[in-house]
């Protein structure tokens, strides 16, 4: 099993960042990839990035390149997601989730933070 605890939610006006942090503890030694992941209120969550935790091949949902930056800290086992030039269109619950080695899906995710973006 692994855990997963977000941070660094919070309000921010349009054109404003914020950093999230994603803290991994348990097995994470099985840990293949992470990824971050939103839901707007009356949406389906989406995909936003993620990231491979050997080598750090990274991928970006359109609607985020140029603006979000994804990276790892295998050492303390965290994943940050850098959101800059925020719009009220990422306000969003954003969760962190974990993919093991061999697995297809995401089967870890954490608890979500909020993230408002005012205009």
């Known amino acids: 099993q692994v855990q997963l605890g977000e941070s660094g939610g919070g309000l921010v006006q349009a054109g404003g960042s914020l950093r999230l942090s994603c803290a991994a503890s348990?097995?994470?030694?099985?840990?293949?990839?992470m990824g971050w992941f939103r839901q707007a209120p009356g949406k389906e969550r989406e995909f936003v990035a993620a990231i491979v935790m050997n080598g750090g091949r990274t991928s970006y949902a359109d609607s985020v390149k140029g603006r979000f930056t994804i990276s790892r800290d295998n050492a303390n086992n965290t994943v940050q997601l850098q959101m800059n030039g925020l719009s009220p269109e990422d306000t969003a619950v954003y969760y962190c989730a974990a993919r093991d080695f061999g697995a297809n899906k995401y089967d870890y995710w954490g608890q979500g933070t909020q993230v408002t973006v005012s205009s």
């Open positions: 348990g097995r994470t030694f099985s840990t293949a990839a």
